[in-house]
């Protein structure tokens, strides 16, 4: 049995590619002003904060390119691929940016000990 095919018309998904567009625009300005709110307030937590807004856009780019190709997905198998692809490498995202923040932790603890003892 065939998969049916996705009758999207291309006014909709040319609707759905702007929409995409204009949120990431958004959301790039958005992080563009975070980042220098950063450096303006300089602390302790400063480079781990930097690292977690650094992980989020990442993760945001990731889900916005995620969603252009949905958008031109053209049956149902394929949009259950291009998710499966996206899930794993989120997951596989997520776990190393979990290591890399833990590690800036724990050297950020370490480095605040020393000479107190």
């Known amino acids: 049995m065939t998969e049916p095919?996705?009758?999207?018309?291309?006014?909709?998904?040319?609707?759905?590619?702007?929409?995409?567009?204009?949120a990431e625009k958004a959301f790039g300005m958005f992080f563009d002003a975070a980042g220098k709110s950063m450096t303006s307030m300089p602390g302790a937590g400063t480079e781990i904060s930097r690292q977690a807004l650094t992980f989020t856009e990442q993760n945001m780019k990731a889900a916005f390119e995620h969603a252009r190709k949905l958008v031109?997905?053209?049956?149902?198998?394929?949009?259950?691929?291009?998710?499966?692809?996206?899930?794993?490498?989120?997951?596989?995202?997520?776990g190393e940016h979990m290591r890399q923040i833990t590690g800036g932790v724990m050297s950020a603890a370490k480095d605040s000990t020393k000479g107190k003892f």
């Open 72 to 94: 031109h997905a053209t049956d149902l198998q394929e949009a259950m691929r291009i998710q499966s692809e996206f899930l794993r490498s989120q997951f596989t995202n997520a």
């Open 5 to 22: 095919k996705l009758e999207v018309p291309a006014e909709l998904r040319e609707l759905a590619e702007k929409t995409i567009d204009q």
